[in-house]
């Protein structure tokens, strides 16, 4: 049994089911299985997902005939075997560490749901989007309070951005409304709610979603159409409210639950003039792609390399809403485990002198480091370590990093890869040092 099955439908998706797949194939977390479900496609996305399936064993092709989007992740939830479930739509793709960040969430917190923010891509623009401010574990009430500020948000009425127990799937028989046509993933969702005890927020973006042509805002649906669309969902919504309210709150908040008729989403567009918008591509790190004429250079390790921890660091910067250089000297500090002077951070860092300053600055005012006390006044001024919540983010980042590294390697490969490199940086320290000897 694998930790997590994730299933795709598809229809008519040649144009974006490389991006997806390749999304997936790209994850830091390996112990998956991707369920492809073609649901009548007339253009050649079968013949893509046969060619993934015929690639890689983790990749299952199931064929049925058209029955709509409901119909084919019903019949994914059939086939899948893994302990978690996670639905990806075919014109959307996940960042590297999605699928990791999702599980580990689960695992560590013991929740039955995990929810994460997602980037919301509109037109070369970007922007992250998340309906619940603060990080954290919350119960289904909670949970519940906060879909009543803001019901039909995206963030709670998808299914994308959420990792789902597939035990209590199977347990209550919970499956998407095929006869529905619109909302069906808010019916889904909240029809598991009402078997899961504990949510856990996490505050980091775990989809690109893109919005495509043919959505409700782009049809023009006036008004009435949308409320008369709604009314199916109204029924399941109401009931989730009645069964988990006691009847005396249940009227009270009657007016509010109703409300739904007319909310809209607030997370649903990015726009170039709101403000967190960034060009796509830019969100995250460097926007240059490698060239493959590099890969047998020094400039292919040191740029890979770079790129791989940035991305980890950049995760770490999101979640704590700190900068990726702020991260990078705590890293380092945490890594040294002693104080540092500021030389030593802009040699190690590759920094200068006057951004590292004031960054320790920021970083010391707001207790991340603090000075180091020297009682041999003829050394310069260090700083140490002072943030324990990081520890465990580092460790982890340390162990991801070197998953990669090995991804694919044999025990005896990777002893013999442990050794070379071990030897390599001998062999380049020792030139390096040179320079220090120098008069």
């Given at each position: 049994?694998?930790?997590?099955?994730?299933?795709?439908?598809?229809?008519?998706?040649?144009?974006?089911?490389?991006?997806?797949?390749?999304?997936?194939?790209?994850q830091?977390?390996?112990?998956y299985?991707l369920?492809?479900?073609?649901?009548?496609?007339?253009?050649?996305?079968?013949?893509?997902?046969?060619a993934?399936?015929?690639?890689?064993?983790?990749?299952?092709?199931?064929q049925?005939?058209?029955?709509?989007?409901?119909s084919?992740?019903?019949?994914?939830?059939?086939?899948?075997?893994g302990?978690?479930?996670?639905?990806?739509?075919?014109?959307?793709w996940?960042?590297?560490?999605?699928?990791?960040?999702?599980?580990?969430?689960?695992?560590?917190?013991?929740?039955?749901?995990?929810?994460?923010?997602?980037?919301?891509?509109?037109?070369?623009?970007?922007?992250?989007?998340?309906?619940?401010?603060e990080?954290?574990?919350?119960?289904?009430?909670?949970?519940?309070?906060a879909?009543?500020k803001?019901?039909?948000?995206?963030?709670?009425?998808?299914l994308?951005?959420?990792?789902?127990?597939?035990?209590?799937i199977?347990?209550?028989h919970?499956?998407m409304?095929?006869?529905?046509?619109?909302?069906?993933?808010?019916?889904?969702?909240?029809?598991?709610?009402?078997?899961?005890?504990?949510?856990?927020?996490?505050?980091?973006?775990v989809y690109?979603?893109?919005?495509?042509?043919?959505?409700?805002?782009?049809?023009?649906?006036?008004?009435?159409?949308?409320?008369?669309?709604?009314?199916?969902?109204?029924?399941?919504?109401?009931?989730?409210?009645?069964?988990?309210?006691?009847?005396?709150?249940?009227?009270?908040?009657?007016?509010?639950?109703l409300?739904y008729?007319l909310?809209f989403?607030t997370?649903?567009?990015?726009?170039?003039?709101?403000?967190?918008?960034?060009?796509?591509?830019?969100?995250r790190?460097a926007?240059?792609?490698?060239?493959?004429?590099?890969?047998?250079?020094?400039?292919?390790w040191?740029?890979?390399?770079?790129?791989?921890?940035?991305?980890?660091?950049?995760?770490?910067?999101?979640?704590?809403g700190?900068?990726?250089?702020?991260?990078?000297?705590l890293y380092?500090?945490w890594?040294?485990?002693?104080?540092?002077?500021?030389?030593?951070?802009?040699?190690?860092?590759?920094?200068?002198?006057?951004?590292?300053?004031?960054?320790l600055?920021r970083?010391?005012?707001?207790?991340?480091?603090?000075?180091?006390?020297?009682?041999?006044?003829?050394?310069p001024?260090g700083?140490?370590?002072s943030?324990?919540?990081?520890?465990?983010?580092?460790?982890?980042?340390?162990?991801?990093?070197?998953?990669?590294?090995?991804?694919?390697?044999?025990?005896?490969?990777?002893?013999?890869?442990?050794?070379?490199?071990?030897?390599?940086l001998?062999?380049?320290?020792?030139?390096?040092?040179?320079?220090?000897?120098?008069?």
């Amino acid at each position: 049994m694998c930790k997590a099955s994730i299933i795709v439908p598809v229809y008519n998706a040649s144009k974006t089911l490389n991006r997806c797949v390749d999304s997936i194939l790209k994850q830091d977390f390996r112990d998956y299985e991707l369920i492809l479900v073609d649901d009548g496609s007339k253009d050649e996305s079968a013949k893509i997902a046969s060619a993934y399936a015929q690639a890689d064993a983790r990749i299952r092709l199931i064929q049925k005939k058209n029955g709509g989007v409901s119909s084919a992740r019903n019949r994914g939830l059939a086939e899948a075997k893994g302990l978690y479930i996670l639905f990806v739509d075919s014109d959307d793709w996940l960042p590297m560490e999605a699928l990791k960040l999702l599980v580990r969430e689960i695992e560590q917190k013991d929740t039955d749901l995990v929810i994460g923010d997602f980037f919301r891509v509109f037109e070369g623009k970007i922007s992250q989007k998340g309906s619940i401010a603060e990080e954290g574990v919350i119960t289904r009430d909670q949970y519940a309070e906060a879909m009543l500020k803001s019901p039909a948000d995206l963030y709670f009425g998808v299914l994308w951005n959420k990792l789902y127990k597939r035990d209590l799937i199977e347990q209550y028989h919970v499956r998407m409304d095929e006869s529905v046509s619109y909302g069906e993933d808010m019916i889904f969702n909240l029809e598991y709610l009402l078997h899961a005890s504990t949510i856990a927020v996490l505050k980091l973006p775990v989809y690109y979603y893109i919005r495509m042509p043919g959505s409700l805002i782009e049809q023009n649906i006036s008004l009435p159409k949308i409320i008369n669309m709604k009314r199916t969902v109204i029924r399941y919504y109401d009931r989730f409210y009645k069964k988990i309210l006691d009847e005396e709150t249940y009227q009270e908040r009657r007016m509010v639950i109703l409300s739904y008729y007319l909310a809209f989403s607030t997370d649903a567009l990015t726009l170039p003039w709101v403000g967190g918008s960034k060009d796509l591509g830019k969100e995250r790190g460097a926007d240059v792609p490698f060239d493959d004429t590099l890969l047998d250079s020094s400039i292919a390790w040191k740029y890979l390399t770079d790129q791989l921890t940035c991305r980890y660091l950049e995760t770490i910067s999101i979640r704590h809403g700190i900068s990726v250089s702020e991260t990078r000297i705590l890293y380092l500090l945490w890594k040294l485990g002693r104080p540092c002077s500021l030389g030593e951070i802009c040699s190690y860092s590759g920094m200068n002198r006057i951004n590292v300053t004031m960054l320790l600055v920021r970083m010391t005012s707001s207790g991340l480091i603090n000075r180091a006390v020297r009682e041999d006044k003829k050394k310069p001024e260090g700083y140490i370590f002072s943030a324990p919540d990081f520890s465990l983010e580092f460790r982890q980042m340390e162990n991801d990093y070197r998953a990669v590294c090995l991804d694919g390697l044999s025990e005896e490969e990777k002893q013999t890869y442990r050794v070379v490199s071990q030897k390599v940086l001998d062999n380049i320290r020792k030139r390096v040092a040179l320079r220090e000897e120098r008069p």
